[in-house]
């Protein structure tokens, strides 16, 4: 099982970035999936998580991404996106994604079991 996650960038304050999360031979399509992310000195922290598409793809964010963050994923290609608008000095971290080994969890799952690469957001001021 390995999970990519991609898009990353250098972008000012304001911009905005989408970031993928892909898996290859494993399915995302029914199962939670989280994006974390974790500045250098810096515990990891989770941004948000969404629930598996049988379920009504319930989205949950940390408060400090609340309004400007959304998930959202596409089935087809088997992939989950987190929508990073507005950003700010603050969400400069790697992001990743993440998915648990069950199918059929919802938000947060019991663990997350597999861990995407990363990828680095930079926002500049």
């Known amino acids: 099982v390995q999970l990519q996650a991609s898009g990353g960038g250098l972008v000012q304050t304001g911009g905005s970035l989408r970031l993928s999360c892909t898996a290859s031979?494993?399915?995302?399509?029914?199962?939670?999936i989280g994006w974390f992310r974790r500045t250098p000195g810096k515990e990891r922290e989770g941004v948000s998580c969404?629930?598996?598409?049988?379920?009504?793809?319930?989205?949950y964010f940390v408060g400090a991404v609340k309004g400007r963050f959304t998930m959202s994923r596409d089935n087809a290609k088997n992939t989950v996106y987190l929508e990073m608008n507005s950003l700010k000095p603050e969400d400069t971290a790697v992001y990743y994604c993440?998915?648990?080994?069950?199918?059929?969890?919802?938000?947060?799952?019991?663990?997350?079991?597999?861990w995407g690469q990363g990828t680095l957001v930079t926002v500049s001021s």
């Open positions: 031979g494993f399915s995302l399509n029914h199962r939670a």
């Open positions: 993440a998915a648990p080994h069950a199918y059929g969890s919802g938000c947060p799952p019991i663990s997350y079991d597999y």
């Open positions: 969404i629930s598996h598409s049988n379920d009504d793809g319930s989205t």
